[in-house]
Every structure is written in structure tokens, then in C-alpha cells.
């Protein structure tokens, strides 16, 4: 079966949070992190034999549900993991949220590399704890994580690091090697790991997607790991995302913290979560064919300088790319390039300097991007 994320799909007047910011402007939405394809077929018939069945009660997953997590997780990553692990989630925002509360007291510290995704920076806030950061650093034109720095920064209140891998937003698929210093690094300094694997299943490049609770037993007893068939599937409306966490005590701790304050997962998204991990892998290895298209459109024209004063790393997984455009010197870079007609994300909530970075969402149609590359081509000789 073939699919075609060339179809254009009018969200202007959908309830889409990336089109409404710029209702009325010319102004081509490249920003939060949804993609404009419509969901996989199978997701879409699922939900319409759910929408016929009328009735909308309080919703629990099915087994059926959970099998179908741990079958792609078996497939997948090689990773067996038991029913009682999984932890239903509205969002992942809400697990990075929940695994903050239950760091230590108020006032502990939770240790994580910027730029990054900003909840990772304001769930440890939100819930009274501190978010210590470091940079990650750029080596051979590759980011990585400096675990040096990071060891700086252990304090006797450090109680957990927040991971993201792959990583939103500077497109890193972590090595095992590098996960296995990651992972070394929490053992020794006796943290709890919340990985952040949202987007694990859109890599790009030929790189297996490994889970760090895969990494060895002792690890896998500290880390709290974090999925969603959201990103990939493109259902992040439908809000059904998971938490794996195999260590009893720690899974307790994290169900702790989530009573009265985190509501169940609503009918819908179950339905689609299911329909998805057990019937779309056919259209996620043709969209991941798209995306590669669509970040080698961008790739290339950085590298042949069609793009003045920007650069980038390669971008081995998401769909997500991390312009550098300090050379551009900018007063207001957001605004320069919404002027222009491109709503890139901005990189100071991740943590970047101002008017250092700006993140573009390539997850649209080829036709979108070659429009927004044109746009930015015509920015940069407006200067
Ligand atoms: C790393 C990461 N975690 C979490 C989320 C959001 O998750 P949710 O919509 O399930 O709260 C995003 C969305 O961009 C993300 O990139």
C-alpha cells in the first residue's frame, strides 16, 4: 500500500495549535511538533468503528492495548518488558511532570543538557525542584552530552538526570556507547534516569533505536522510560502516551505522584494508540522514507551555501532541525523570520542564546518546505 504525505490537508481552520498561532498571517506554521500528514489509515478506520460504538465512558486500556506495547517493544528495541511496568499517561509532558515530583523533597535537583525540549527545564520547576543545566557540546560536528560538565554539577540534592533520546531538538540518536556512559554515570552518582524516548521510533538513519533501561538489569532498575506513539503516528491530540518503569518501588513512587491530579487517558486515544503500534508500521516506514527526503531538501541546502550564515549538524532521527544562525546576527531572529513568512520555533526556551538558534519542523509537505526554503533563501538576501 502506498501513502501519500504530498496530500495537502487544510488545517488553517482545524482546531491545530501550529496553524491557529498564524491564522490570517502568510506566515508558514514550522513550529510545535506535530506533522501535517494525516494519521495511518488503520488509526483512522479504528477510531471511526470507535466513534459507531456511541458511548464515551470513563475509558481503561484493554489488554489487548498493553499487548500490543510490549509486541512493538519486543520487535522493535529486543526489549521484554512486563504488562505491570506500563504506567498510562494523558501526555508525556505530564510524565516529565510526575517523575519530577517525585525527586527527592522540594528543592532537589534534577540535572539535564540544553538545548532541550523547554518542559525538561520547567517540570522540575513547576513541581519545586531545581533544574540544573549544562550544555551539551559540539564534537566533530556532532552534539553530545559532556558528562564531565555534568559530573560538575552533582550535588548531594541531585536525584535524577532527564534524558532525551533521541533527542528534540538537535536530532541525535544516541550511540549504545554513549547510553552506556550515560546510564555508568547514574549508577555512580546514584540518580533515577527519566528517558524521554518520544521519539524513538523516527529515526532516520540506520541506527537502532535503543532503550536505556535496555542497557543492563542495574539500569533498568533506575530508569523511568518515557514512549507515545503521538510523534510518529502524528495522534498527539488524542493524548495516549506511556511510562515503563520496572523497578516496583520506583513504579509505586510514580503512581504516587500522579493520584488526583493525572485523569485517565480518554476512549479515543487508546483506540488509536492500539491501532497504531499494531498496524502502522508500513506507513511509518514510508513517512520515515518522506522525513529523510525532506531533511536531506534542508541538509543539502545548507551544504551547498544556498543558505548564507546557517548551519546545522546532520539530523539522524525526528523531524526536527536545529538551525544555527548566530552568524546572522540578528537583533530579533523569531521576528525577522516571521516577518518573512516562516514560523520557526525559537531557541532561547530550549535553552540556546538569544537569536542563536531557531528549530524548523520539517514533518509538512515537500511542497510546504520548498516554499519555506525559497521563504528563508529570500530573508537571507533581504538582509
Ligand atoms: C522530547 C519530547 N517529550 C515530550 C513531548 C510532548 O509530549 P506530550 O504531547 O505527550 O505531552 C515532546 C513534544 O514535542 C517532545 O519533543
Sequence with gaps: MSFNFDQPIDRQHSDSQKWQKYAGRDVLPLWV???????????????????????????????????AVIAHCTQHYGWTIDPSWIVWLPGLVTGLNVAAAMAGERGDEILCATPVYPPFMSAPANQG???????????????????????????????????????????????????????????????????????????????AHIPAATLSPEIATRTITLMAPSKTYNIAGLGCSFAVISDAKLRASFNRATQGIVPDINALGLVAGEAALRHGEPWRRALLEYLRGNRDLIEHAVARGELPGIAMTHVEATYLAWLNIEALKLDNAHAFFEQHGLGFSDGSPFGAASNSYVRLNFGCTRATLVEALARLQRALASR
Design 33 to 67: 511538533a506535530d506533522t501535517d500528514f494525516a494519521a495511518p489509515p488503520a488509526v483512522t478506520a479504528a477510531l471511526r468503528e470507535r466513534v459507531e460504538h456511541e458511548v464515551f465512558g470513563y475509558a481503561k486500556p484493554l489488554p489487548s492495548l498493553n499487548d
Design 129 to 207: 525542584r531545581v533544574a540544573v543545566t549544562v550544555p551539551m557540546v559540539l564534537r566533530n560536528n556532532r552534539w553530545e552530552l559532556d558528562l564531565n560538565l555534568l559530573a560538575q554539577k552533582i550535588t548531594p540534592r541531585t536525584r535524577q538526570l532527564f534524558l532525551c533520546s533521541p533527542h528534540n531538538p538537535v536530532g541525535r540518536a544516541f550511540s549504545r556507547a554513549e547510553l552506556e556512559q550515560i546510564g555508568a554515570f547514574c549508577l555512580r552518582h546514584n540518580l533515577v534516569l527519566v528517558s524521554d524516548e518520544i521519539h524513538c521510533d523516527l529515526i532516520l538513519d540506520d541506527i
